[in-house]
C-alpha cells in the first residue's frame, strides 16, 4: 500500500538544497511555526491531496522549517520575504514561488508544481492548462510503468527458469564426474590386489612355502625364555633401585659381581637381605645356585651400605665437634654445682660496727 503522506527531510536547509540539486528535485519548503498545530493539519492536507500527493513523491524534496528553531532557518525565511506562516517556497531553476496566506491552496500549488515540472512560466492560465496535460500524461505514465513492469515480471521468470535449469544440467554433470572417479578407483584397487596375488605367487615359486609363526607359538617361546631367568630387583640404603636378569645356575657371587661393579659396593662394608622372607646372605652362600637360594623367578633384594665400620665391629671413633661442645657443657655445670656447694659452708667474716662517740653536754 502507497504512503499517504510525503517523505520529509530531517537535516539542515542547506543541506537539503544541495540534494535537491544534486538529485535534479524541486525543494519544498514548507515554514510552520513549531507550536502551531492548525498550520500544520493545513500544510498535510494540502500535501495528501490526490493530484498533489504523486507529484511531490516524484519530483519534490520537502522540508519543514521553523523560524524560531536555528538561525541559519531564520535567516533563510528572511530571504523569502514570508511575513505569514503557514507558507510553501517552491525553488526551481526555472524560478521560486512563495505562496502563502490566500495564495496558498491545493489549485495554485498543484498549478505550480507542474508548470514547474515540465519548465514553463508562472502565468496562471498556462498552468492549468499544463495541470490537465499532466493529469493526462500522468495515467498514460502509469500505464506505461504498469506495461514494463509486467513485461520484466515475465524476463524475470524465464531468467530465473534458465538458471534452474542451467543448474539442474551442472549436478548432473558433476553426479557423472563422481561416478566416473569412482569406477577408475575401483578399477585401480583391483589391479593392486591382482599385482600383490601375483607377487605372492611368485615368491612361492621361488622360495617355497613358509612357515606361519602363530601368536601362541611365539608366547611358547618368549616363556621357555623367561623360565630359564631370574629377574632381581635391587634397593639400595640411599633409595637408588636397579634390575638385572640372571641364570638360573647362576652362582651368588656372580650377583656380589654385579653389586660391586654397577653400583661401587665393597663387599665388607655391605650386606645384601631378602626383603621376602626376611633372610640374610653372608658370605657362606656365594658359592651356591640363585635357584637353591630360592630367588627363581623373581625376588627384591636389599643392599646395605654402611659408611664405616659395620655393626659389631669395636674401633675407637674419632673425637666429634658434637662430643666436644657436650664435654664442655658437662664441665661448665660440674664446676657451678662444685662452687655452689663449697660457696655456702666457707666461715663467714665478722662485722664490726663503729659507733660515734657521745655527745658532751
Keep these: 500500500m502507497a504512503a499517504k503522506a510525503p517523505t520529509w527531510y530531517n537535516g539542515s536547509v542547506s543541506k537539503a538544497a544541495t540534494l535537491a540539486f544534486r538529485l535534479k528535485l524541486i525543494l519544498l519548503a514548507c515554514v510552520v511555526d513549531k507550536d502551531s498545530s492548525k498550520n500544520k493539519e493545513k500544510i498535510d492536507d494540502i500535501l495528501q491531496s490526490e493530484k498533489i500527493l504523486p507529484l511531490v513523491k516524484r519530483h ?21 520575504k514570508a511575513t505569514e506562516t503557514p507558507c510553501i517556497c517552491i525553488f526551481h531553476s526555472s524560478g521560486n514561488v512563495l505562496l502563502s496566506g490566500g495564495s496558498l491552496n ?57 538458471e534452474r ?71 639400595l640404603s640411599n633409595g637408588e633401585a636397579k634390575e638385572e636378569s640372571f641364570g638360573k645356575d647362576a652362582k651368588f657371587s656372580t650377583v656380589r659381581e654385579y653389586i660391586e ?11 645384601i637381605v631378602l626383603v621376602r622372607p626376611w633372610r640374610v646372605f653372608d658370605g657362606d652362600v656365594d658359592g651356591r645356585t640363585l635357584q637353591e637360594l630360592g630367588l627363581a623367578p623373581s625376588a627384591t633384594l636389599l643392599v646395605r651400605v654402611w659408611n664405616t665400620a659395620p655393626p659389631g665391629s669395636t674401633r675407637n671413633s674419632p673425637l666429634t665437634s ?40
Design 60 to 80: 519534490c524534496l520537502c522540508i519543514r522549517i521553523d523560524p524560531d528553531a536555528a538561525e541559519q532557518e531564520a535567516l533563510f525565511v528572511k530571504e523569502l
Design 106 to 162: 491545493k489549485t495554485q500549488l498543484f498549478a505550480k508544481l507542474v508548470s514547474r515540472v515540465h519548465g514553463h512560466g508562472s502565468n496562471d492560465t498556462e498552468d492549468s492548462e499544463y495541470a490537465e496535460l499532466f493529469e493526462r500524461n500522468s495515467q498514460l505514465h502509469e500505464q506505461r510503468q504498469e506495461a514494463l513492469r509486467k513485461l520484466y515480471m515475465a524476463e524475470n521468470g524465464k531468467k530465473e527458469n534458465d
Design 165 to 235: 535449469h542451467i543448474s539442474t544440467i551442472e549436478a548432473e554433470r558433476y553426479r557423472k564426474m563422481l561416478v566416473k572417479e569412482r569406477r577408475e578407483n575401483h578399477e585401480q584397487l583391483k589391479r593392486l590386489r591382482s599385482d600383490i596375488r601375483n607377487d605372492r605367487e611368485t615368491y612361492k615359486m621361488l622360495h617355497g612355502e613358509t612357515k606361519n609363526v602363530t601368536a601362541v607359538d611365539k608366547c611358547e617361546v618368549s616363556t621357555k625364555a623367561e623360565e630359564n631367568k631370574v629377574r632381581l630387583l635391587f634397593r
Design 261 to 271: 661393579s654397577t653400583m661401587g659396593v665393597v663387599k665388607s662394608r655391605s650386606e
Design 322 to 361: 658434637r662430643g666436644l661442645m657436650l664435654a664442655v657443657v658437662v664441665g661448665i655445670l660440674a664446676a657451678f654445682l662444685w662452687w655452689y656447694r663449697n660457696g655456702n659452708t666457707m666461715p663467714k667474716r665478722p662485722v664490726y660496727l663503729t659507733l660515734p662517740p657521745p655527745a658532751i653536754d
